[in-house]
Nanobody, 127 residues
Framework: QVQLAESGGGSVQAGGSLRLSCAAS????????MGWFRQAPGKEREFVAA????????HYADSVKGRFTISRDNAKNTMYLQMNSLKPEDAAVYYC????????????????????WGQGTQVTVSS
């Protein structure tokens, strides 16, 4: 399985921006569809954004659409989540996830679809 490591979390004021990174190692990154999920204290893990093996297809949760952008650089084995106009309700631990797939244009929005997960990175947003 691919190993994943998130970075880029931190504390920011409402309205600010952060860029999260997810570095992959161990397997061919381009074989994997990728996703971002988040989990706030006392809440279930929720889908944030997903991207296909190619970077042509993406999908976002309604709560982040227009503010967050998912992208990937297969040459660098890295996925990104650019988060703009952050709100206090965006505060959570953010996880990246990977699913090996033969389909280059498919993305996945359900946590159980993914087989590999990172350790998470904390995002704090103050009002």
């Amino acid at each position: 399985q691919v190993q994943l490591a998130e970075s880029g979390g931190g504390s920011v004021q409402a309205g600010g921006s952060l860029r999260l990174s997810c570095a992959a190692s161990g397997r061919t990154f381009s074989r994997y569809a990728m996703g971002w999920f988040r989990q706030a204290p006392g809440k279930e893990r929720e889908f944030v954004a997903a991207i296909s093996r190619s970077d042509l297809y993406t999908h976002y949760a309604d709560s982040v659409k227009g503010r967050f952008t998912i992208s990937r650089d297969n040459a660098k084995n890295t996925m990104y989540l650019q988060m703009n106009s952050l709100k206090p309700e965006d505060a959570a631990v953010y996880y990246c996830a990977a699913k090996e797939t033969i389909y280059s244009t498919t993305y996945y929005v359900t946590a159980t679809d993914y087989s590999s997960w990172g350790q998470g990175t904390q995002v704090t947003v103050s009002s």
